[in-house]
């Protein structure tokens, strides 16, 4: 196996023990892939969904993350929170994937995974 010492993952979200567990859904826009993006590699893009809370009026509390995986490392950021309805992960889903968002989506996390690299690392458990 070869070294992994210049991977990194970084967590950007507010208060990031919002998503220190399993996401409640997840879907995969693009997997597989040898995307090249400012010279990183993405290999995998996704989307999480984590219900924060549940409202008897407004319905569920949801915060949405993308799950960029790099060569170089892992980023997950806020894609978008609020309540979203019943359906937010298929309906965000459906939005980058028809509207050329993934794109947009790749370079954003391409761009803060670099200037994140030296400045907040997590080991992995």
Do not use: W
């Not at 761009?111 to 400045?119: F, G, I, P, W």
């Amino acid at each position: 196996m070869g070294c992994e010492c210049n991977i990194v993952k970084v967590i950007d979200v507010v208060q990031p023990e919002r998503i220190a567990r399993p996401p409640d859904k997840t879907i995969v826009l693009l997997s597989d892939g040898k995307f090249l993006e400012q010279g990183y590699i993405v290999k995998k893009v996704q989307l999480n969904l984590y219900i924060q809370q549940k409202n008897t009026k407004l319905g569920p509390y949801s915060l949405l993350t993308t799950q960029v995986e790099t060569d170089k490392g892992l980023i997950e950021m806020t894609y978008d929170e609020g309540y979203r309805g019943e359906n937010p992960l298929e309906e965000a889903a459906a939005f980058l994937t028809s509207h050329l968002g993934i794109s947009g989506l790749i370079l954003r996390s391409v761009m803060q995974l670099e200037n994140s690299k030296n400045l907040q690392t997590i080991p992995d458990s």
